[in-house]
């Protein structure tokens, strides 16, 4: 069964540092997400990510963070400076189509220290 | 996004059926309704979705009330494996929009 694939699992990062992480959604997916979870919270939404722009984001969604589709079959998120509330798990997710379900990746806990 | 009230926690036995309920009085015509589940530690899992008639799929099924101002999602016989937070989540269809998670219902099953 296809599957989202979320690298690398586990990052610890220094504050202030910047990180990519790294999703390869479904290969003929159109809809690209982004997700994160602090721990013993809510999972929130992030951005979402239609025809090579952004269609969406949310208020979390600052300056900070980027995404990027660069080559077809990567798609990623960058914090350039990333502070001690970063810390949660990152879960990207695609989607065929409007009317269809979402897939999600098993995520990268993101560890800023 | 319209507001869903799901219990905080249901507890099943194995092999049992288990009714998880959702209210979703505010609902709008074009609004689906969603489950998807999350495992520990894993990321959310799409369970099921429905706009007015009851659903089938090989996880579960979906009972919407008549009104759409609530729905039951259904574990026709529960597994450890299905130990979970089951959301339900109103979505409409005619964007690729987010889905927006609330706290869910955490989903005990006991051998």
């Known amino acids: 069964e296809p599957e989202v694939t979320q690298t690398p699992s586990h990052q610890v990062t220094q504050m202030g540092q910047e990180v990519i992480l790294r999703c390869v959604p479904i290969?003929?997916?159109?809809?690209f997400y982004w997700y994160r979870q602090i721990l013993g919270q809510k999972v929130e939404f992030l951005v979402s990510?239609?025809?090579?722009?952004?269609?969406?984001k949310s208020e979390i969604f600052d300056d900070q963070f980027s995404v990027e589709r660069p080559d077809g079959s990567n798609f990623t998120l960058k914090i350039r400076s990333t502070k001690l509330e970063d810390s949660a798990m990152y879960f990207c997710?695609?989607?065929?189509?409007?009317?269809?379900?979402?897939?999600f990746g098993q995520g990268t806990r993101l560890t800023v220290v | 996004d319209a507001k869903t009230t799901q219990p905080n926690s249901m507890e099943s036995n194995e092999e049992e059926p288990v009714h998880l309920p959702c209210n979703h009085s505010t609902i709008s015509g074009t609004d689906y309704i969603h489950w998807y589940r999350q495992l520990p530690s894993q990321g959310p899992e799409y369970v099921i979705h429905?706009?007015?008639s009851n659903v089938n799929n090989r996880m579960a099924s979906l009972a919407i009330a008549e009104d759409r101002k609530s729905s039951t999602l259904i574990l026709h016989r529960a597994t450890l494996r299905d130990a979970a937070v089951y959301y339900c989540i109103l979505r409409e269809e005619t964007s690729g929009s987010r889905l927006t998670f609330g706290e869910g219902t955490q989903l005990t099953v006991n051998p």
């Open positions: 290969s003929n997916h159109l809809y």
């Open positions: 429905g706009l007015t």
């Open positions: 997710a695609s989607r065929y189509d409007r009317g269809t379900e979402a897939f």
């Open positions: 990510f239609y025809n090579n722009e952004i269609s969406e």
